[in-house]
């Protein structure tokens, strides 16, 4: 059984400042609510009962998000704002929420690397705290799936166009079904030409604690970073790793562009704005020019 997982949120986000300056981006709200409210909605979905948030500076704002804030419970007590007083205590109340703080920022293997003490020798579940992903069955939930069925370490992936391949991680290997692969390659940012595949890194994982000796083995790598992939690609020389193409829709609120187009998408699906807003939407449209 999976039950734990881990929220990578500790990195600088320097592809969105001035705005991360003082505030963490996994708190950048896709309207009222922060990101990372949504990545951890996934995992308690997903069955998940125990979160480790790997923080860092500058991301007190998180633990404040998750804490209890009695004299804003107070004041919605006294404006007798029911709603959104239970909106306030449902969000301190939504897991057993843990924290650590990596202490440099020294990528994404490194980051994962602070939870072994907290994992132990159970399986768990990484969600990268800057990417939502919206669908049916929760994406952690179809991961977990296929890990009851290999008990292997399961990468989340999905397709992207075949020239934009040489933006992300992707994997290549052997078909077991239409969504599973069992990976023999595992490339970071290849040319189109060496790209085993179309099949990216989607920000999921399910982990098996071997992860961890693989994260010591692993040299500095791109950005003088440890990496996750390159800590991933020690483990496949050991053990399989498959990969699970997820159905549902991903969100990188990391950069700008797609933070803005997932702002427009969640409000057309709000019941609230979305006749106003896509009314506002068309207008505009009108007046661009052709
Ligand atoms: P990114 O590489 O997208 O985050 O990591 P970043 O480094 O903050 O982004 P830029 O490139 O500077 O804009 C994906 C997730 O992993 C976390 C980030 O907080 C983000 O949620 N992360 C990354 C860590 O927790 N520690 C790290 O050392 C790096």
């Keep these: 059984m999976v039950h734990k997982a881990v929220i990578p949120a500790a990195g600088l986000g320097t592809r969105f400042l001035p705005s991360t ?30 979160i480790l948030i790997i923080s860092g500076k500058g991301k007190r704002a998180i633990e404040d998000h998750f804490d209890r804030n009695f004299e804003l419970e107070m004041s919605l007590v006294n404006k007798e704002d029911k709603r959104l007083y239970n909106e306030v205590r449902r969000i301190s109340d939504m897991a057993n929420i843990h924290f650590i703080r990596q202490k440099e920022l020294n990528g994404l293997g490194d980051a994962i690397y602070y939870a072994r003490l907290h994992t132990g020798d159970e399986p768990f579940a990484v969600l990268l705290g800057d990417t939502i992903i919206d669908s049916v069955i929760p994406v952690t939930q179809q991961l977990i799936d296929v890990y009851e069925q290999y008990r292997q370490t399961i990468i989340g992936v999905e397709q992207v166009p075949e020239d934009k391949v040489d933006r992300y991680g992707i994997v290549g290997g052997k ?15 290849p040319s189109v030409e060496e790209s085993p595949s179309n099949l990216a890194i989607a920000g999921r994982y399910i982990l098996t604690p071997e992860i961890f000796k693989a994260i010591e083995k692993t040299k500095r790598g791109k950005n003088n970073e440890v990496q996750l992939t390159d800590a991933m690609r020690i483990l496949l020389r050991r053990e399989s790793i498959f990969s699970c193409t997820i159905e ?31 009314t506002f939407l068309k207008e505009t449209v009108n007046t661009l020019p052709n």
Excluded: C, H, W
């Design 175 to 189: 078909r077991m079904s239409d969504r599973i692969l069992e990976i023999s390659e595992l490339i970071e940012k």
């Design 248 to 278: 549902g829709k991903r969100y990188d609120i990391g950069n700008k562009l797609d933070y803005l187009k997932t702002i427009v998408e969640f409000a057309l699906k709000r019941k609230e704005f979305a006749d106003p807003f896509s």
């Design 21 to 50: 300056k003082a505030q963490p981006k996994e708190m950048l709200p896709i309207i009222d609510t922060p990101t990372i409210q949504y990545v951890v909605q996934e995992a308690i979905d997903s069955g998940i009962d125990d």
